[in-house]
């Protein structure tokens, strides 16, 4: 069942240096069928999802990214789980807007940074997140969120870090992911909870669209 894109304007593109505001929530989508993709980021974006990461743990998943960046306007596509310099560049060529890494290493980074599109690298320790400021990234990926020490870590590193910001991936639903957004370094959650494994195998794309429309409902509060 497609649905219809929203009348309502939706959330910018994020700028050249910036992949968190788009949304409050990025949605993590693994595509194990092609034919899914480009109805299943139709949902999402009639929901009010936009920013959608597609992960690069399926055969199909650059096809994925091509597939809905040339036919769901509307919608902000990025790749997820990018582990290589040529994971970058394939992801860029298939028409990705944003790339997010669960880790990352100096030629990542590199790769990352010379792509021309918004990057997250992923962290889940301080060293690394002061590893990252000194090359002059401030946005990053928290990764594995709950496993790597939730809220309460993060809280943590709002004093001595403030000018690090942080998506956190893993382990999020709708019952923690506003705690996540409550906090002052965190300015996007990920999260796939908005994609049952039942309802894509239904191909119940108007239940993924309702469960998007749930989650962009959440906001950050005024700091």
């Known amino acids: 069942m497609a649905s219809s894109v929203p009348s309502s304007p939706l959330p910018a593109p994020p700028s050249a240096s910036s992949v968190l505001g788009a949304a ?9 069928d092609l034919a ?7 949902a999402l974006v009639a929901g009010g999802l936009p920013a959608i990461e597609v992960t690069l743990r399926t055969p ?10 040339d036919a769901v306007p509307d919608a902000v596509v990025g790749a997820g789980t990018v582990i290589s310099p040529a994971q970058v560049a394939d992801s860029v ?30 962290v889940s320790t301080t060293s690394e997140v ?10 990053m990926k928290f990764f594995p969120a709950q ?11 709002a004093g001595p870090l403030p000018q690090a910001r942080f998506c956190p991936t893993g382990g999020i639903g709708p019952a923690v992911a506003p705690e996540y957004l409550a906090l002052p370094n965190v300015l996007c959650v990920g ?12 191909r119940d794309w108007a239940r993924v669209e309702s469960l998007a429309r749930e989650a962009a409902s959440l906001h950050r509060p005024a700091h």
């Open 191 to 202: 999260g796939s909870w908005m994609l049952p494994p039942d309802a894509v195998a239904a």
């Open 93 to 122: 060529g298939a028409g990705a807007r944003f790339l997010v890494s669960p880790g990352w290493t100096d030629g990542l980074l590199d790769a990352m940074k010379a792509s021309g599109v918004p990057f997250l690298p992923g």
């Open 24 to 32: 409050p929530v990025v949605p993590v989508v693994v595509v194990d």
């Open 36 to 42: 899914d993709a480009v109805p299943l980021a139709r």
């Open 147 to 157: 496993a790597a020490g939730g809220t309460a870590y993060l809280k943590s590193l």
């Open 130 to 139: 002061v590893a990252l400021l000194e090359r002059g990234v401030r946005e």
């Open 60 to 69: 199909v998943a650059l096809d994925a990214i091509r597939a809905v960046a």
